[in-house]
């Protein structure tokens, strides 16, 4: 079973960046096409991005794209998320997990995710 760990989070200013990960264990996450999710106070848990195995496909939620990069290190069964010029709607407990195929829905148990806040 696999089990993913996020950190990386934190309190910055609105322009600020912040570098998250996500790592796995259990089993290697490296054929599964990964991506990382967010819930901000009050809504519902809503997709951000997605990297397929080998790292040459990514997509993005129109919300983030250009200022959000999604990566992997298959060695270290490892998920990142670069987070530049954040804003305040960033706000959000951030997850990973592996997405099913041909959709940015999340396949596994929710981990706990790792707050990310963003002062204005």
């Known amino acids: 079973q696999v089990q993913l760990v996020e950190s990386g989070g934190g309190l910055v200013q609105a322009g600020g960046s912040l570098r998250l990960s996500c790592a796995a264990s259990g089993r290697t996450t490296s054929s599964d096409t990964m991506g990382w999710f967010r819930q901000a106070p009050g809504k519902e848990r809503e997709f951000v991005a997605t990297?397929?195995?080998?790292?040459?496909?990514?997509y993005y939620t129109n919300s983030v794209k250009d200022r959000f990069t999604i990566s992997r290190d298959n060695a270290k069964n490892t998920v990142y998320l670069q987070m530049n010029s954040l804003k305040p709607e960033d706000t959000a407990v951030y997850y990973c997990?592996?997405?099913?195929?041909?959709?940015?829905?999340?396949?596994?148990?929710w981990g706990q995710g790792t707050q990310v806040t963003v002062s204005s």
């Open positions: 997990n592996t997405v099913v195929t041909g959709t940015t829905a999340g396949l596994r148990s």
């Open positions: 990297i397929d195995w080998s790292g040459g496909y990514t």
